[in-house]
């Protein structure tokens, strides 16, 4: 979503937060259970799910959320509501403002533990936004070789992670990286070609990192464009072949008007193979489409009801449905100009 981000309004906002959201329907599973502790990690059930990770910096802002009724809700716990059951925050290393940073993350992430829901972590290993066009370092790692790098990547990780552990939070996914199509931490971790030793060492770094503190948790390898089988089979072979480990294959899928139906059916298509290629469980980590758009509630229909049909698919998690009003010049969430919650919000019940 970063590189999308990036083209429809970059300039502006460096800084962010937030946090919560989901997805609905009913699953083929059934329903998870509310997670008792850090160590009780639910791993059953279909994940219905939100990126909200600006959610307090809209609330800081005083942006407010509304019901179809337009009653004022807590932004979580009308996304629950509506079905949501799981949330995604990112995390920054060290953010401008804060937002995204361990405190802002671990602040929403008891808001989401307290309402039952389930959580994903997803690291950027940046200061700011990182996508397929732009995986900065931060600034204290800015001279760092790659062996400081790969410590500097699990210090990181465990850092955060153990500050929700000592907090009672559960976390049953993390993501080492964001939109990692080109490798991360760059240039050092740069994956081009067929070099990928820096960023294999990168990931395993993060890898070995999450079930340091979290044994049980799912560590996703996550790349945007989630129609595009070349892109992947080329970074999951080129992983493969340097002895990289993850869990998890993570995508992203933001489709317009001209293209939904094709890309929907490609992405689909590509979880089967990629499962059955790698033998690894597949999640769509991201997706997003214009709020207005007519096509939106129906593709955000197929795609729930697709990935809960393909049998090695973990969920999938909208990316910022609670932005509304040109929030950030972001137009693709999933409230309407009023605050409440559109026809695309129907998938996750």
């Keep these: 979503m970063k590189s999308l981000l990036r083209k429809t309004?970059?300039?502006?906002?460096?800084?962010?937060?937030?946090?919560?959201?989901?997805?609905?329907g009913e699953s083929n599973a059934s329903e998870p259970e509310t997670p008792k502790g850090p160590d009780s990690v639910v791993t059953a059930g279909f994940a219905k799910g939100a990126d909200v990770s600006w959610v307090t910096e809209m609330e800081d802002k005083g942006v407010k959320f509304y019901d179809k009724a337009g009653n004022?809700?807590?932004?979580?716990?009308?996304?629950?509501?509506?079905?949501?059951?799981?949330?995604?925050?990112?995390?920054w290393v060290d953010p401008e403002g804060g937002w995204n940073g361990?405190?802002?993350?671990?602040?929403?992430?008891?808001?989401?533990?307290?309402?039952?829901?389930?959580?994903?972590?997803?690291?950027?290993?940046?200061?700011?936004?990182?996508?397929?066009?732009?995986?900065?370092?931060?600034?204290?790692?800015?001279?760092?070789?790659?062996?400081?790098?790969?410590?500097?990547?699990?210090?990181?990780?465990k850092d955060v992670l153990g500050a929700l552990k000592d907090n009672g939070i559960g976390v049953e996914w993390v993501q080492v990286g964001n939109e990692t199509s080109g490798g991360m931490l760059w240039e050092t971790g740069r994956a081009d070609g067929s070099e990928f030793g820096n960023f294999t060492r990168l990931v395993n770094s993060g890898y070995d990192?999450?079930?340091?503190?979290?044994?049980?948790?799912?560590?996703?390898?996550?790349?945007?464009?989630?129609?595009?089988?070349?892109?992947?089979t080329w970074m999951f072979n080129g992983l493969s072949d340097n002895g990289a480990k993850w869990d998890v294959?993570?995508?992203?899928?933001?489709?317009?008007?001209?293209?939904?139906?094709?890309?929907?059916?490609?992405?689909?298509?590509?979880?089967?193979?990629?499962?059955?290629?790698?033998g690894k469980d597949v999640m769509l980590c991201e997706i997003g489409m214009p709020w207005d758009a007519p096509f939106a509630a129906a593709a955000m229909a197929k795609m729930m009801d697709g990935c809960k049909a393909t049998e090695h698919c973990l969920g999938i998690f909208y990316w910022e449905p609670e932005c509304y009003g040109g929030w950030n010049n972001y137009t693709k969430g999933a409230f309407d100009d009023s605050g409440r919650p559109t026809e695309v919000m129907d998938a996750f019940k």
């Design 102 to 157: 361990k405190q802002d993350v671990l602040a929403k992430a008891k808001r989401a533990a307290a309402l039952g829901m389930r959580l994903m972590i997803d690291f950027h290993y940046s200061d700011t936004w990182a996508d397929p066009g732009r995986q900065d370092k931060p600034k204290a790692w800015a001279d760092y070789d790659l062996g400081r790098l790969e410590q500097a990547v699990a210090g990181h990780t």
């Design 9 to 24: 309004f970059f300039t502006g906002f460096l800084s962010c937060a937030f946090l919560f959201a989901g997805c609905g």
């Design 72 to 91: 004022v809700k807590e932004c979580m716990a009308l996304l629950k509501e509506l079905g949501v059951n799981s949330i995604r925050l990112r995390v």
């Design 209 to 232: 990192a999450v079930k340091s503190v979290y044994p049980d948790a799912k560590v996703i390898v996550h790349l945007n464009n989630g129609h595009d089988l070349q892109m992947y």
């Design 249 to 278: 294959i993570g995508m992203s899928l933001y489709p317009e008007a001209d293209n939904w139906q094709e890309l929907t059916d490609r992405c689909l298509s590509n979880m089967k193979t990629l499962a059955g290629v790698y």
